[in-house]
Each structure stands twice: as C-alpha cells, then as structure tokens.
C-alpha cells in the first residue's frame, strides 16, 4: 500500500479511459462518514503517515 492508495485509486470505465476516484478513507472525511484503518501502524512513515497528516 503506498500512500496515494490512502488517498485515490485508479480506475477503468468500460470504454478502456483511466481516471482517478477518491479512497473510501478521502469519502469518510467529505461526507463526515467513519472509516477504519485496520492495521494502519504497519504502514512505515514514507508510506501512510506523511499523507496523512
């Protein structure tokens, strides 16, 4: 997992285009919604911690 996971993932439409859609972590935070993260302090600081804050 690297820290861009935490934020967006890539996505495919039928049609073969890529784009970007918000982390259920980024969706929590706009509509005021919880979100777990599970196993979170394995994450090294280049990895989670960084974008998190």
Known sequence: MSSRDLLQRRTTDPWG????????????AIYGDLAVLDGVHRLSKEEGWSSAL
Request: charged share 10%.
């Open 17 to 28: 285009n890529t784009g970007w859609a918000d982390s259920p972590v980024v969706q929590a």
